[in-house]
Nanobody
Framework: QVQLSESGGGLVQAGGSLRLSCAAS????????IGWFRQAAGKEREFVAA????????IYADSVQGRFTISRDNAKNMVYLQMNSLKSEDTAVYYC?????????????????WGQGTQVTVSS
């Protein structure tokens, strides 16, 4: 089992950057892939990015490809989402999540553990 907690959200102008952090507890953190999802007001939760347990493989949603970078530090039980060139449409609550697997998925249904979320607001 793993517990997750996000931080780093806030208000930023369009074109700016933020780095989100996902802190994990549990000795088996390095056994899990981690995904980032987001949910804008009135919309469904959507996939953003994911990384496998070793950090050697990543995937991104088309909408963030080339602007966002996911990474992890297993020694620190941390996963990061570096967000550059932010747009107003990136405004959402961002969640990190873990499936009961070392591999990642694009569907939120595959993720068993979730953090509480952190708000990102991009002003235009």
């Amino acid at each position: 089992q793993v517990q997750l907690s996000e931080s780093g959200g806030g208000l930023v102008q369009a074109g700016g950057s933020l780095r989100l952090s996902c802190a994990a507890s549990g000795r088996t953190f390095r056994a899990y892939a981690i995904g980032w999802f987001r949910q804008a007001a009135g919309k469904e939760r959507e996939f953003v990015a994911a990384i496998n347990n070793s950090g050697g493989s990543t995937i991104y949603a088309d909408s963030v490809q080339g602007r966002f970078t996911i990474s992890r530090d297993n020694a620190k039980n941390m996963v990061y989402l570096q967000m550059n060139s932010l747009k107003s449409e990136d405004t959402a609550v961002y969640y990190c999540a873990a499936p009961a697997s070392s591999y990642y998925y694009r569907t939120s249904l595959a993720y068993e553990y979730w953090g509480q979320g952190t708000q990102v607001t991009v002003s235009s």
